[in-house]
């Protein structure tokens, strides 16, 4: 300590004074940062949130168009039994 203590322990506290305020500085700028960031993030997500209502738009339309299909295919099954029927007629036409 030098002569004067009280002017020593005040140019201590205005040396962790200027620290704390260089501190505060610090986690201001990483705020700023990490708002930025947050924003970005809010952005991406709005982003994924339209992507997977067009993909649920999309699913829903294969659905439908699988239903399609699969009616397609039942009446694929049946095209034998009614040429069997058809020709069966003919056959009878034919006879007379």
Known sequence: ???N???DVLK???K???NAEVALVNVDTTLVTVGGTLSGVDTKL???D????????VLTQVQTLLGDLNDKLVL??????LKATLDRVLAAVEKG
Request: glycine share 4%; net charge negative.
């Open 1 to 3: 300590m030098g002569l």
């Open 5 to 7: 203590p009280v002017a």
């Open 12 to 14: 201590r506290a205005d």
């Open 16 to 18: 962790v004074l200027k």
């Open 46 to 48: 709005a982003t994924v």
């Open 50 to 57: 339209a992507t997977l209502a067009d993909t649920r738009d």
């Open 76 to 81: 694929l099954d049946e095209v034998p039994e």
